[in-house]
Nanobody, 122 residues
Framework: QVQLVESGGGSVQAGDSLRLTCAAG???????MAWFRQAPGKEREFAAA????????YYADSVKGRFTISRDNIKNTAYLQMNSLKPEDTAVYYC????????????????WGQGTQVTVSS
C-alpha cells in the first residue's frame, strides 16, 4: 500500500508556473506514479505518468511541453512542474499510484491523494 498527500496548488496568473508535490508513505518505488486533474463538471483526466525508476514518462497532449513529471525515490516524493499555465489548466490535481505501466485511465490506479486546487486566471 501507499498513502499519498498532494501539496503546492494555488491561484496564479496565466503564464505562471507551479510545482505540485506528492508525498508518499509506503512502498513508493514499487509504484508507477501519475497526475490526474478534474475540472468542475468534467471527468477526471490523465495528465502525466512516470515509471518506477523515473526512466520513462508519458504526457497527455494537453500538457506536453509545458508540464514535467519527476520522482525522487529516496524522498518518496513525486512532482509535477507546471509551466506556461493556462486558464484551462484550472482543476483539482490528484496524484495516483498503480503497479503497472501503460494505462492512463483513472480506474487502473489503486491509490489516490486528496487533491490540490490549481486556479489559473487570465
Amino acid at each position: 500500500q501507499v498513502q499519498l498527500v498532494e501539496s503546492g496548488g494555488g491561484s496564479v496568473q496565466a503564464g505562471d508556473s507551479l510545482r505540485l508535490t506528492c508525498a508518499a508513505g509506503g512502498a513508493f518505488s514499487s509504484y508507477v506514479m501519475a497526475w490526474f486533474r478534474q475540472a468542475p463538471g468534467k471527468e477526471r483526466e490523465f495528465a502525466a505518468a512516470i515509471n518506477w525508476r523515473g526512466g520513462s514518462s508519458y504526457y497527455a497532449d494537453s500538457v506536453k511541453g509545458r508540464f514535467t513529471i519527476s520522482r525522487d525515490n529516496i524522498k518518496n516524493t513525486a512532482y509535477l512542474q507546471m509551466n506556461s499555465l493556462k486558464p484551462e489548466d484550472t482543476a483539482v490535481y490528484y496524484c495516483a499510484a498503480t503497479t503497472s505501466w501503460g494505462s492512463w485511465q483513472p480506474k487502473r490506479y489503486d491509490y489516490w491523494g486528496q487533491g490540490t486546487q490549481v486556479t489559473v486566471s487570465s
